[in-house]
């Protein structure tokens, strides 16, 4: 096996696959260097999206994030990848396991290539300035967009296995959409667990963070923030007026002049 030919484009998928493209990852012949190319492209792809990530905070949190994003698409794969193989055995496909590999690497590495592609501008934001939530939301947003496609030819995989090559059941394709929401739970949870990617910078390094809390609480948390950071208080673009103050206040303030007085009697 030629090292060259391990970081080969020649299984690359597209959002335009041909038939020939599903023939080749469907095929028997050079089985070994398709999947470690696939997986070779989806670690590099990953890596280079995290450190792109972690370069808000630092140095090293650009470095650890690359690895995060790494190993939670690896994670994902290998957790997620044995209930679908063994429910679509059970459904009648006659694809093998090195065949069913190479789809789902292909998608894999296409939702990786796809948000490679958006790191110019996520560069461009943070080199403009661009604050903490609203870079975390943007990388939700590509993870979201880059996943739908990754996806869709995993699909199309499908289908050209079932409808051309007669070798993969018409529900198992429907059984692929079902197995993508759980793609989806298991990479939020990951990414929960795996967290921090992005880093904030008023917070010193952390490899792991530790709080109560889920996925959508901090994302319904982080647009109310970035709604209500830019907003003026009320009376801020006001002349100061003094507001009656209720009973309450004035026991406060003065309970708080008595006993400044006092101490500065002793």
């Not at 989806?42 to 090293?60: D, N, Q």
């Not at 709080?211 to 002349?239: C, M, R």
Request: hydrophobic share 45%.
């Amino acid at each position: 096996m030629k090292t060259k030919g391990l970081f080969s484009f020649e299984f690359f998928p597209s959002l335009q696959n041909t038939d020939g493209f599903f023939d080749k990852i469907t095929g028997d012949a050079h089985i070994g260097r398709r999947i470690v190319s696939q997986y070779l492209l989806l670690t590099l792809f990953t890596f280079v999206y995290g450190v792109v990530m972690g370069s808000y905070h630092s140095v090293t949190q650009a470095l650890v994030s690359g690895a995060k994003v790494a190993v939670l698409f690896s994670l994902v794969i290998l957790i997620c990848f044995p209930a679908f193989f063994i429910i679509q055995y059970i459904l009648g496909s006659r694809l093998r396991l090195h065949q069913i590999i190479s789809i789902i690497l292909s998608g894999f590495v296409l939702t990786a290539a796809i948000m490679v592609s958006f790191v110019p501008i996520i560069i461009f934001f943070l080199l403009t300035g661009s604050n903490y939530y609203f870079l975390q939301l943007l990388h939700i947003a590509v993870f979201l967009l880059s996943g739908f496609f990754g996806m869709r030819t995993i699909i199309d995989a499908l289908k050209y296995s079932c409808e051309k090559k007669s070798v993969y059941p018409q529900i198992g394709v429907a059984v692929f959409r079902f197995w993508v929401v759980i793609i989806a739970f298991v990479g939020i949870q990951l990414a929960w667990n795996l967290r921090p990617f992005l880093g904030d910078r008023g917070k010193p390094f952390e490899l792991f963070r530790d709080y109560e809390g889920n996925f959508y609480t901090a994302l319904i948390y982080s647009v109310k923030q970035l709604i209500y950071e830019h907003e003026p208080a009320w009376g801020d673009d006001q002349e100061t007026t003094s507001e009656p103050q209720t009973p309450q206040q004035e026991n406060i303030d003065t309970d708080s002049l008595i006993k400044s007085l006092y101490d500065e009697g002793q």
